[in-house]
């Protein structure tokens, strides 16, 4: 397992309201809370995909680069 080639892991951020589930789920700590919005360190992200389950409002997606 590793990165989706030409993906990026993305915040939605007009659905994001800041609970912080999917910061607690991260193996890599690569997310963090600002201004009660979920931001990635999206380089050091590995996709593994695990805190896309923890957002309550499906904030969370690794979508294409070239749709973002
Ligand atoms: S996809 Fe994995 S590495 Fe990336 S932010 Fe979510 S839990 Fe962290
Ligand atoms: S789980 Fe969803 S709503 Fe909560 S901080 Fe993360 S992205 Fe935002």
Redesign the pocket.
């Known amino acids: 397992m590793g990165r989706v080639p030409n993906h990026l892991f993305v ?1 939605d951020d007009d659905k ?8 607690a789920l991260c193996p890599v700590n690569v997310l963090d ?1 600002h201004n009660r919005l ?1 931001v990635v360190d999206e380089k050091n992200c590995t996709h593994c995909e695990l805190c896309i389950p ?4 499906f ?2 997606d690794i979508l294409p680069e070239n749709s973002i």
Do not use: R, T
Request: glycine letters at 12%; hydrophobic letters at 55%; proline letters at 6%.
């Open positions: 915040v994001c309201f800041g609970c912080g589930a999917c910061i809370l979920a923890s957002c309550p409002v904030a969370l």
